[in-house]
């Protein structure tokens, strides 16, 4: 029993010694392990931009239904290609009038085997620059019952530039920075590495705000109090349209 043991407590011994990490070397060389950027300094800076959309995408969904499933995708093609002749005339450049592929669903009646109808559905999603252009889709969708203005999604065509811009201006307030360090402290500071964060693109608190206010008419109570709300429209200039399309660049 005892060589047992005694064989036992042997083979455990090499396991915890591999088990604990062993550093050698001098003070200096463990100074240099522990702390390797003792010579270097951290810049770091922050910048904003804001923006405002200049395109926006409207969906359109047109339905269509029909006993006959031939008849039911015919009569959605015929809307849809009116519905682009409307907006071609009004101006809106037949690039920028996309449709979505059909889908189609049979209706059943209560314990039928066979559908009594087929309703075939599709989405329009044009692109406009102008506010009478959405005005032109807002009576399309107003004339038929079977076309329903479903989303609006701005957009800002001018991304690339203002990512560029932020960029630009978070860097000059780095480059102040090094200017100030090397004047106060009499050091020169040398670029060895650089690193880009992620460029940030949301609304603003305002926007999102008055999104949720026009679109959805409610408002989410974990998101603004009432007196953010209040002050929004106290402080805000009557001569501004409400508008939730304002972007904010950072990085």
Known sequence: MTKLITCLL???????????????GSPNDLRQFLYPSEKIVTLRAEAEKKAYSDKAIISLVITSEDQQLSTSISNNMALRESISKQLVTAGINPEHIKSSKFSTSPQYVWFGKKPDSYKVVNRMAITIMQESQLKTLASVADSREEIELSDIAFEHSNKDAFKNQVKQLALEKIMKQKALYEKSLGVTLTPVSFRDN???????QGAQMLEEIVVTATKRNHSYNDKSLTAAKTNAPRSVESSFDEIVYSA
């Not at 042997?10 to 604990?20: D, K, R």
């Not at 992620?198 to 603003?204: E, Q, V």
């Open 10 to 24: 042997f083979c455990c011994l090499p396991l915890s010694a591999f088990a604990q990490p062993e550093l050698k």
């Open 198 to 204: 992620r460029l940030w693109i949301k609304g603003t």
